[in-house]
């Protein structure tokens, strides 16, 4: 959906304007999607008039280091929100600056904001005292106005407007956002949410991670999904199936890890089944609405 870099509001540096040698591997390898870690993030510029406090983005709680994966450490990704409709769980969603939560269209779609709630800090639904969670209710859903046109489940990109900040802390810290321009193609993926184990099985009491390799679009064009993909998706998973996310992990992240920095590049979308041979999980490609989501959380803090 979205072409346009911006790199100015990242204050990203453009790879191609220094010609010594060592930038063109960099650009090179940025571009067939190969580029080493990096530890560092390019700062943001937030609105002065909301005297943001400094946070750092994408920092898991324990940096060490669905279908097919293991459970989470508990909190270990801070970022990490349950989407609960009438206080029942449904979606996962990432928490992306202290207002918004970023999940996929087709969580919200008909859905009456009032009966909404984003819930942080959980780990085990089935235990209420285990961690202690906090809710926010939502002010606004603001899903992308073209989403279903040009495919089913195409920008499949919701923001949720919470109807009071959240502080930043290490246990609620927000994800990064990917770069624009990269393919991701080829790095692992890992996708985290409380969506069922198995095929048509139930969702996950406990959060739960999975690791899938990234695949460029025209290899998964060659799955059974053929010209079901579009641009604005992105496919991960093994050609055997095995490993996947699967129903209740919708709107949930597909992380990348650049250096100690999880980047969100792909939210939960769709996928035939789970875990399937020849049919990768689908994910919204994060990157393609970089400029769509600075635009519509203008009022918010990032880190
Ligand atoms: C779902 O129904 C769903 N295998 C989510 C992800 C995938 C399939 C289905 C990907 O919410």
Redesign the pocket.
């Known amino acids: 959906m979205e072409t346009e870099v911006v790199s100015q509001i990242l204050h990203m540096k453009d790879p191609t304007s220094n010609s010594t040698h060592k930038n063109i591997i960099d650009w090179f390898l940025g571009v067939v999607g190969l580029k080493p870690d990096e530890n560092t993030q390019p700062p943001i510029t937030n609105p002065p008039n909301l005297n943001c406090p400094k946070c750092t983005c994408g920092l898991a709680l324990k940096h060490k280091r669905i279908?097919g994966g293991v459970e989470t450490l508990v909190n270990e990704y801070p970022w990490m929100v349950a989407l609960h409709y009438n206080n029942r769980f449904f979606?996962g969603a990432s928490l992306i600056n202290d207002k918004y939560v970023l999940t996929a269209a087709?969580c919200v779609n008909g859905f009456n904001k009032d009966r909404l709630s984003a819930v942080f800090l959980d780990h085990d639904r089935s235990n209420s005292y285990e961690t202690t969670t906090f809710t926010r209710k939502i002010k606004s859903i603001l899903r992308h106005k073209s989403y279903g046109q040009g495919g089913s489940y195409n920008n499949d990109i919701a923001l949720l407007k919470l109807d009071q900040a959240v502080s930043l802390s290490d246990m609620t810290r927000p994800v990064c956002l990917p770069p624009t321009g990269r393919s991701f193609t080829g790095l692992n993926g890992i996708a985290v949410g409380w969506?069922a184990t198995e095929q048509h099985g139930q969702t996950s009491a406990k959060l739960r991670e999975v690791s899938v390799p990234i695949m460029s679009n025209s290899d998964c064009k060659n799955t059974g999904y053929k010209n079901r993909i579009t641009d604005n998706m992105m496919c991960a998973?093994f050609n055997e199936g095995k490993k996947?996310?699967?129903?209740?992990?919708?709107g949930g992240p597909l992380h990348v890890i650049n250096g100690n920095f999880h980047q969100v590049v792909g939210i939960?979308?769709?996928?035939?089944?789970?875990?399937?041979p020849n049919?990768?999980?689908?994910y919204t490609r994060v990157n393609r609405f970089i400029t769509w989501i600075m635009a519509n959380t203008k009022d918010s803090c990032y880190c």
């Open positions: 279908v979606c087709h969506g998973g996947d996310s699967c129903q209740g992990d919708s939960v979308s769709w996928g035939e089944g789970c875990a399937q049919y990768p999980g689908v």
